[in-house]
């Protein structure tokens, strides 16, 4: 065994060497490049309203900034008003459409009924709603304190929960149509240790959104789910790899061979919130490279195995025959 994993860790060290790769990604990742440029057509998201939770930061200003070249004007919302009116000036001053900075907490259900006030005189009611805002950190859960537990599913459950409610209420009292978008995560679906909270609170949001799907189709919403694996952004890498140790393992078991990038996540963002998807309600689409699936299967470390190795495990399991 220690012989087989020595030989393993060359050969892998050797392929990372011989495409002259930084650390990050694996050689085949260069059969998935990618794309960094706006995929739906220029002003698909023309006098629309577009508001987004978490949108100062990371994914949130990505999709913030993706949606406003497309011609949205972006409210963003979070806790940190500096981080957020930077945010907003950066991306306006790039695409030239008006991008809104509130401060809200959405753990607050007052805040959030504040800032849709707020947003209801700036811009009027929002056509597209993302739920991006989130609380997270690695932690073993025998470790977790009452209030651990409440900071991280306060954010993502009671938080989306807030925010949706408030702005499904409004909407539907002036009879118009949205497009509801939430983000959550792989790990929604199968549960993971060292993140319970975060685990649980996203399982939520996905019920939440399904059930919404099913309940206001008739006032013209849309909700959808956006499951990412690892992009890498300071907010999420800071809190879930603070030493850095983990990427590498993390890379070796997408089977795409790389991390996804922002703006890919905001382009399948844009779609999902554009009149092009108009007929997609209820969705939950995974957007990590295969990790899903590449984890959930009994033998898939068996990519490790090299043609020689195949050669006499084939010949040991041939030997079998007829015993
Ligand atoms: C294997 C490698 C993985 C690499 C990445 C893989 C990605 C794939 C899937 C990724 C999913 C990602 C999901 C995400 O959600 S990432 C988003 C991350 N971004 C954020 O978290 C931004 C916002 N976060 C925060 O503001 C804070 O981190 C916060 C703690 C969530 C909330 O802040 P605040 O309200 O100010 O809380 P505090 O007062 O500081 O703390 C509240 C209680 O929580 C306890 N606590 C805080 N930190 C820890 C910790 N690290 N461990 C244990 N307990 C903690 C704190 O002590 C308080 O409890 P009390 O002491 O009992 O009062
Ligand atoms: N990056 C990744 O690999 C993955 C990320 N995700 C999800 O993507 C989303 C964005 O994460 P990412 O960009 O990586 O991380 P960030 O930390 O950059 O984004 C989280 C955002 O949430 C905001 N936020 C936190 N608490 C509150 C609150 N109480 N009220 C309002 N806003 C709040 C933060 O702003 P502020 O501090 O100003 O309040 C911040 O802008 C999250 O839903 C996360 O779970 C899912 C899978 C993988």
């Known amino acids: 065994?220690?012989?087989?994993?020595?030989?393993?860790?060359?050969?892998?060290?050797?392929?990372?060497?011989?495409?002259?790769?930084?650390?990050?990604?694996?050689?085949?990742?260069?059969?998935?490049?990618?794309?960094?440029?706006?995929?739906?057509?220029?002003?698909?998201?023309?006098?629309?309203?577009?508001?987004?939770?978490?949108?100062?930061?990371?994914?949130?200003?990505?999709?913030?900034?993706?949606?406003s070249q497309l011609g949205a004007q972006c409210v963003i919302a979070s806790r940190k008003l500096?981080?957020?009116?930077?945010?907003?000036?950066?991306?306006?001053?790039?695409?030239?459409?008006?991008?809104?900075?509130?401060?809200?907490?959405?753990?607050?259900?007052?805040?959030?009924?504040?800032?849709?006030?707020?947003?209801?005189?700036?811009?009027?009611?929002?056509?597209?709603i993302i739920n991006n805002a989130a609380g997270n950190f690695i932690c073993p859960s025998e470790r977790l304190s009452p209030n651990a537990w409440k900071s991280i599913t306060d954010i993502v459950l009671n938080?989306?929960?807030?925010?949706?409610?408030?702005l499904g209420k409004r909407l539907i009292q002036d009879q118009r149509g949205a497009s509801f978008l939430a983000i959550t995560t792989i790990y929604a679906e199968s549960g993971s240790g060292f993140v319970a909270p975060s685990a649980s609170a996203k399982a939520g949001v996905?019920?939440?959104?399904?059930?919404?799907?099913?309940?206001?189709?008739?006032?013209?919403?849309?909700?959808?789910?956006?499951?990412?694996?690892?992009?890498?952004?300071?907010?999420?890498?800071?809190?879930?790899?603070?030493?850095?140790?983990?990427?590498?393992?993390?890379?070796?078991?997408?089977?795409?061979?790389r991390l996804g990038t922002p703006a890919e996540l905001a382009n399948l963002a844009a779609y999902l919130?554009?009149?092009?998807?108009?007929?997609i309600s209820g969705a939950v689409m995974r957007f990590d490279g295969g990790e899903y699936v590449s984890m959930a299967g009994e033998f898939n470390d068996l990519r490790r195995v090299t043609p020689d190795q195949w050669k006499m495990m084939e010949a040991m399991i041939r030997s079998t025959k007829g015993s």
Request: glycine letters at 10%.
């Open 159 to 166: 938080g989306t929960a807030f925010v949706t409610l408030e």
């Open 206 to 257: 996905e019920a939440l959104y399904k059930s919404l799907a099913a309940e206001w189709g008739r006032y013209g919403h849309r909700f959808n789910i956006i499951q990412p694996g690892p992009i890498k952004t300071k907010g999420a890498f800071s809190r879930l790899d603070p030493t850095g140790k983990f990427e590498k393992g993390m890379i070796d078991r997408i089977p795409t061979g």
């Open 1 to 67: 065994l220690t012989l087989l994993s020595q030989q393993f860790s060359q050969t892998e060290s050797w392929f990372h060497r011989s495409a002259g790769l930084q650390s990050g990604s694996a050689p085949h990742s260069q059969l998935f490049p990618p794309a960094e440029g706006v995929m739906l057509p220029p002003e698909s998201f023309k006098n629309r309203v577009v508001f987004i939770t978490g949108g100062g930061t990371g994914l949130g200003r990505a999709m913030a900034t993706v949606l």
């Open 82 to 128: 500096d981080v957020l009116q930077q945010t907003a000036e950066d991306i306006c001053s790039r695409t030239g459409n008006k991008v809104h900075a509130l401060q809200c907490d959405v753990r607050d259900p007052q805040a959030v009924s504040h800032c849709v006030d707020q947003m209801t005189s700036l811009t009027g009611l929002p056509d597209v």
């Open 273 to 279: 919130s554009s009149d092009y998807a108009s007929w």
